[in-house]
């Protein structure tokens, strides 16, 4: 925070170029039940999230937001800071909080943002904001970027502190903010309708040791379309590697591999996910949007000691008529949930969604997951009821 004041003391203000300002806001309204075999009553939370910022523009190449979040929830259910733990979780508590304050600076090809920031890397498997929870995930942070050509980025991060979703009411100290001092090395080239991105991740908990890893991955991503129709790929091979003061050693493999195929409209995906484990360690990617991978239960938050191999399909498009014609965004998707070591399957999931604008601009989203235990947790049922209002209005000055 010292470092962020320090720098918006020092952005010039020149009298021929008034400051810019805007207001920012996102309003979400939801429902979450959670029918868990483990417990004896169904959790029902019903939560807000108004987020709320102010972005100001100084001068030419500065920009500051001053961000803040508040969640308001009711209902019977586990929220991991409210000590009602015969209900199922539903990982949104009630709190308020600094959620981004950050200054940033850009002139031709670089830039640099330092403070209290949203960091979301690729598709955020390593890092990302975990948007999907009423409370974001950001990071204290310094972030440095450079495009030496309009095909070559390079990015680097430098996380001080990672604000986690459970916020700083948590029950466990460790759910909260954690010190850090991890290092993101990202670097992409784009060409065409293809990009390859290398990168090292040193990450470097300073609360809980065993968390520490290296991990260096590749990343390939492209499409090969024509009017509409045709392949797209997804491809990534990475290892991770106890790192810092990490008591264990370990050294697993991580990849992914997502054909697809567009028609009409109609996305179908099959895609393997692989995180190794050896029965002691496994591939962890704690500062990673979890909600995307491995299914909308969320069992896989922690990977198991064994390994996990994800394999799965999927469907998604748009659908609708008359005035919601191609309006209607929907995804279905099935998971098949193996250890990476022995014989053990955990379990079956199946996910689906649909997306309706509103009208006022408001956006409706109704969503479901089932997982079918197997040899791993319980079954588990999520439905949630979802209704979002954003935007943003630009200040005279």
């Known amino acids: 925070m010292l470092v962020l004041l320090i720098a918006t003391a020092a952005a010039p203000v020149h009298a021929a170029n008034p400051p810019k300002a805007s207001l920012e806001w996102d309003l979400r309204l939801r429902h979450e039940a959670v029918d868990d075999a483990g417990f004896a009553r169904r959790a029902d939370a019903s939560t807000a999230r108004l987020r709320a910022g102010l972005r100001l523009a100084p001068a030419p190449g500065w920009t500051l937001l001053l961000e803040g979040e508040g969640v308001a929830g009711t209902g019977r259910y586990n929220s991991g800071a409210n000590g009602r733990t015969a209900f199922p979780t539903v990982l949104d508590p009630t709190s308020a909080e600094l959620n981004q304050a950050w200054v940033a600076w850009a002139h031709g090809r670089g830039g640099v943002t330092v403070g209290r920031q949203r960091i979301a890397l690729d598709n955020q498997r390593w890092v990302g904001n975990v948007g999907w929870r009423q409370n974001e995930q950001t990071f204290d942070a310094v972030e440095l970027r450079w495009q030496p050509t309009t095909a070559l980025a390079v990015r680097y991060d430098w996380l001080d502190k990672v604000h986690r979703v459970a916020s700083d009411r948590a029950l466990a100290p460790l759910a909260r903010a ?186 409706g989203l109704v969503k479901v997951a089932d997982y079918r235990a197997d040899g791993f947790a319980r079954d588990n049922t999520k439905v949630w009821l979802q209704v979002e209002w954003h935007g943003a209005r630009t200040l005279s000055p």
């Open 178 to 363: 954690r010190d850090l001092d991890t290092h993101l090395l990202n670097v992409a080239w784009t060409h065409g309708a293809q990009q390859w991105v290398g990168y090292a991740y040193l990450h470097d908990d300073r609360e809980v040791a065993s968390a520490s890893t290296a991990t260096y991955g590749l990343r390939w991503t492209g499409s090969a379309m024509r009017e509409g129709h045709g392949f797209g790929w997804t491809a990534e091979a990475a290892r991770q590697q106890d790192h810092a003061r990490n008591p264990a050693r370990f050294d697993h493999a991580y990849w992914l591999l997502e054909p697809s195929w567009t028609q009409h409209g109609i996305t179908a995906r099959a895609g393997w996910e692989h995180l190794g484990g050896d029965g002691t360690t496994a591939v962890q990617t704690p500062l990673a949007t979890l909600h995307a991978f491995n299914g909308w239960d969320d069992q896989f938050g922690t990977t198991p000691a064994k390994g996990l191999d994800d394999r799965y399909l999927g469907l998604g498009g748009k659908t609708g008529r008359g005035r919601l014609a191609g309006k209607l965004a929907w995804a279905v998707a099935w998971h098949d949930y193996r250890a990476d070591v022995g014989s053990l399957r955990y379990g079956r999931e199946w996910n689906a969604s649909l997306a309706v604008p509103l009208p006022g601009g408001l956006a």
